[in-house]
């Protein structure tokens, strides 16, 4: 989110959400307190902290920018009761599969592949079975756990390094 109003978060809470909302609050504070105090930092702050990684930072070399907001689903869980955050990424859809949206802390590359594989499966199971040759194809490990198969981790690993050319870069499976 790049756009929009600071009236957001009040014009979301419904009477129906209310007690999640308030709940989700008053589990995070600190998170909550923490988030604000990052929001309001100077840029020689920031900058004193990016030094920490990149120690000749001049500050007239770099700008702030605007890089969009967080969105960050909040829901009842029976393990995190009333208002738990959720550290992740999660694919809503309607239940004809009709749309779907993604939502969560992470919507980047690392959670592409699994991303879409999710939309296939909750948003067209009628075809997953037809489908299912092409995506072991592309993701030979898919539908198999890795927890617990090294020799298919290996397989994994040394397809990968294969196709990146990394051939004498392996590194050992624990």
Same mark, same amino acid.
Do not use: C, H
């Given at each position: 989110m790049k756009t929009g109003s600071m009236f957001d978060l009040i014009t979301s809470v419904k009477p129906h959400n209310?007690?999640?909302?308030? +709940?989700a609050g008053a589990k995070n504070v600190p998170l909550t307190?923490?988030?604000?105090?990052?929001?309001m930092l100077s840029?020689?702050?920031?900058?004193? $902290?990016?030094?920490?990684?990149?120690?000749?930072?001049?500050?007239? $070399?770099?700008d702030l920018v605007v890089a969009g907001q967080r969105v960050q689903v909040i829901k009842d869980t029976s393990h995190?009761?009333?208002?738990?955050?959720?550290?992740?990424?999660?694919?809503?859809? +309607? +239940? $004809?599969?009709?749309?779907a949206a993604l939502l969560g802390a992470s919507?980047?590359?690392?959670? +592409?592949v699994h991303v879409m594989l999710k939309v296939i499966e909750q948003c067209f199971p009628q075809h997953l079975k037809e489908w299912e040759p092409k995506i072991k194809l592309m993701i030979p490990s898919y539908g198999q756990s890795l927890a617990g198969n090294p020799e298919l981790i290996r397989e994994i690993q040394a397809a990968t390094a294969k196709s990146l050319g990394l051939h004498n870069e392996l590194q050992p499976v624990m």
């Open positions: 209310l007690v999640t909302m308030l +709940a307190r923490y988030l604000i105090q990052q929001v840029k020689e702050k920031r900058m004193r $902290d990016l030094r920490d990684f990149v120690p000749n930072a001049k500050s007239e $070399d770099w995190g009761g009333k208002g738990t955050l959720q550290f992740g990424t999660e694919v809503i859809n +309607a +239940a $004809d599969g009709s749309i919507p980047g590359a690392s959670t +592409a």
